[in-house]
Every structure is written in structure tokens, then in C-alpha cells.
């Protein structure tokens, strides 16, 4: 199995119906990095759970169906009754999205850490605002912490928000001090800029791999033996790119999963061919969200030979 820890929000979006107003109604769509990625690996067939705390208000069912209707298993689920965090996206002529976050006293923010995983657990994913707001973001650490040390592979995705990060310089050395936990590091050329380092620097410090998105230059793997290796993204159509670095995560996920390489030793042990087929698939399930609106990830049978 493998489990998403993390965020669920609530993405308001710009409706493209409104056009060139000056102030477009706003549509709500479920989202948070780690919710779309657990949505994502269920729609890709990867048996997954998802590991928050949501709000019991409306926003939260909603979340909460989503992740059902995808095939999620929700038993690690958490609820409380602080509203939803809502997120307002802004979003850019060449389809990039920013975001204002609405975050003070949200349920999320209050997840503690389960007393275990379940004894199937391969791998966990975590990153985004689960792991720079507090007091929940110490309780993701935790977990990240107690999983790396017995064994199960992490996969570590920072997705900065810079706008949420109070003291830039303490989170950047929170973030090193991760790194010695992580498996598989998967960030954007914007991430690693903001963080001050690259792909080489970060795989200095443990991981055994490190994933590089480019958007429309596409993405490349940078491995411990000194490998690096290159796919281009998948032209599409661009409606906006809500989800698209999420989607990365779960089909990396998915694709090693189904290879039986969700361990380090595996991890290490993958060549050439393997790593360019896996990110070949990672690049095409990106381009399927990006061409349409909001995070909706593609179902398996959408990216079917």
C-alpha cells in the first residue's frame, strides 16, 4: 500500500467562463498537493490510503467523497470541526497557477501523527502546506521520520509556497534536514531555485533519486551511480497546471509500484530504460491534467497504450 499524507483543500478557480472580468466568479474544486496525489494513485489503480485530519463541514464531505469515489481508502482519515482550508488561485496566460491560502485555524492544521501505518505500507508521500504549517507540520515530520527509519521507501515533495513560509532561511534547513530520510526527492526547477540548491546537492544529502520537473522542457532522474536521465514533456493543450506536479508524484509512484521497485534497494537498482519509461509515464499522465481544468487527474485506462 501506499499512503499520502498530508493536506485536503479547497482550490477556488477562476471561472474561464467569466473571461476578461475584472472579478470572476470563483468555483470551488477539491484539492491540496497531497490530496490530489493520493486521487490521482487511486485513478491510476495503486492500492493507496490517505493519512489528514479534515473538517466535518461540507468542504470535508466533499473531499472526503472524492477520495472514495477514486478508491481511496480513507481509514486513516481524521476529522474535525474547524472549517476547510480554502485556496484562491490565480491563474497566469500560459496556464501556471499561483495561490492566496486562507489557512488560520483549519482542520488540517491540527493532524497528529497515527500510532502506526498499516504493516502493508511500501511507501509514503509527503510535502506542500502539511509540512510548513504548524503545529501540524512537526506531527508530518514525525511520521516521515518513524517511516523512513523502519524501512519504508519516502517520497518527498516540497512544493514551496513561499507565501505560507514565515522564516525562508529555518525552513530551507528544515527541508536539508529531511533529506537524509527521503528516497525518491521529487521537486521543480522553481522549487530548487527558491531552496537554493540543485539535483545534485539534494542527492548529496540521501535520497537515492531525485526527480526534476521543467514543465515544457520536461523532466529528468538524477541517481546516486552518477546516472541522469532526460524525457520531454508531452505536448497538450494547456488549460491550467492545477495538479500537474501532482500527478508526477503518483504516477512515479504507481509506475514503481507496478515494477515491484517501492523499496531504496530497488530504487538503486533501476537502469536507464526503466527510469526513461517511468518518467515517460509520469510526463503523459502531467499533460492529461494540464489539458483540463482544475486537478482532475486521468483514470489508468486514459493513458493506456
Given at each position: ?105 483549519t482542520a488540517d492544521?491540527?493532524f497528529t501523527a ?53 522564516d525562508a532561511a ?136
Amino acid at each position: 500500500m501506499i499512503v499520502v499524507a498530508g493536506e485536503a483543500l479547497i482550490d477556488l478557480v477562476p471561472d474561464p467562463a467569466d473571461g476578461a472580468a475584472s472579478l470572476p466568479a470563483l468555483l470551488p474544486r477539491r484539492g491540496g498537493g497531497p490530496y490530489n496525489t493520493a486521487v490521482a494513485l487511486g485513478r491510476l489503480g495503486a492500492p493507496t490510503a490517505f493519512c489528514s485530519r479534515v473538517s466535518t463541514d461540507g468542504f470535508g464531505e466533499a473531499l472526503l467523497a472524492g477520495l472514495r469515489s477514486a478508491g481511496v481508502d480513507v481509514s486513516l482519515v481524521r476529522r474535525g470541526p474547524e472549517p476547510t482550508t480554502l485556496a484562491v488561485a490565480a491563474i497566469g496566460s500560459d496556464g501556471s497557477a499561483g495561490y492566496g491560502f486562507y489557512a488560520q485555524g483549519t482542520a488540517d492544521r491540527l493532524f497528529t501523527a497515527p500510532a502506526r501505518l498499516p504493516d502493508t505500507t511500501a511507501a509514503l508521500c509527503l510535502g506542500t502546506c502539511s509540512l510548513v504549517l504548524e503545529p501540524g507540520a512537526s506531527a508530518y515530520e514525525e511520521l516521515l521520520r518513524r517511516e523512513a527509519e523502519r524501512g519504508v521507501l519516502t517520497l518527498l515533495d516540497p512544493n514551496v509556497r513561499a507565501g505560507i513560509i514565515p522564516d525562508a532561511a529555518a525552513y530551507r534547513a528544515r527541508f536539508r534536514s529531511w533529506l537524509p530520510r527521503v528516497t525518491l526527492l521529487k521537486l521543480s526547477q522553481e522549487d530548487a531555485d527558491w531552496l537554493g540548491g540543485g539535483p545534485e546537492d539534494f542527492l548529496a544529502e540521501g535520497p537515492s533519486a531525485v526527480v526534476l520537473t521543467r514543465g515544457a522542457e520536461g523532466m529528468s532522474v538524477y541517481t546516486r551511480d552518477g546516472g541522469r536521465h532526460t524525457v520531454p514533456a508531452v505536448r497538450t493543450e494547456v488549460v491550467d497546471t492545477i495538479g500537474a506536479g501532482d500527478t508526477v508524484n503518483a504516477a512515479l509512484l504507481h509506475a514503481l509500484w507496478s515494477a515491484g521497485a517501492l523499496s531504496r534497494e530497488a530504487l538503486a537498482g533501476l537502469g536507464a530504460l526503466k527510469w526513461r519509461a517511468t518518467l515517460a509515464f509520469a510526463a503523459r499522465a502531467a499533460a492529461a491534467t494540464c489539458s483540463r481544468a482544475g486537478a482532475e487527474p486521468p483514470f489508468a485506462a486514459e493513458l493506456a497504450d
